[in-house]
């Protein structure tokens, strides 16, 4: 866990440091609207790996996407929108409050309630929103 938790806080502070002043002109220029185009690209090239069953090609490009998605979060952090804390306790929260047959007293017969259990949280949460 400590070696999972070192890993992402140096990446972040990689990121961190390349969008400084004295960073990378590149990452400093990135904006949300700017990252739209290679956050596809990098999405299909993952997609491409997985398809091709090589492993390290797969860790590879879920790297680059996972660097494109922390540089998204620190460009919205600079602008005061959020943290990467908040996305990461957000999604946390969504999958404990999805999956209630495993964080709660839920019983599910099969796969098909499963389903059904799912869509229904989810459609409860978007009338909340």
């Not at 990689?14 to 949300?32: A, E, M, V, Y």
């Not at 700017?34 to 390290?56: F, M």
Request: include cysteine; proline fraction near 2%.
């Amino acid at each position: 866990m400590e070696n999972r938790q070192q890993s992402f806080e140096a990446l972040y502070a990689t990121i961190s440091r390349l969008r400084d002043s004295g960073g990378c002109p590149w990452d400093r220029k990135q904006t949300p609207v700017s990252l739209k185009k290679y956050l596809l690209e990098e999405n299909t090239e993952l997609i491409e790996a997985i398809d091709s069953g090589d492993a390290l090609h797969i860790c590879e490009e879920m790297g680059d996407l996972l660097f494109l998605l922390l540089l998204l979060a620190r460009i919205h952090a600079e602008s005061g929108d959020f943290t990467m804390t908040d996305v990461l306790e957000g999604i946390n929260q969504k999958m404990i409050r999805r999956h209630p047959h495993v964080f709660g007293d839920s019983q599910l017969e099969n796969e098909a309630d499963l389903r059904a259990q799912w869509e229904k949280i989810k459609s409860e949460e978007k009338r909340k929103k």
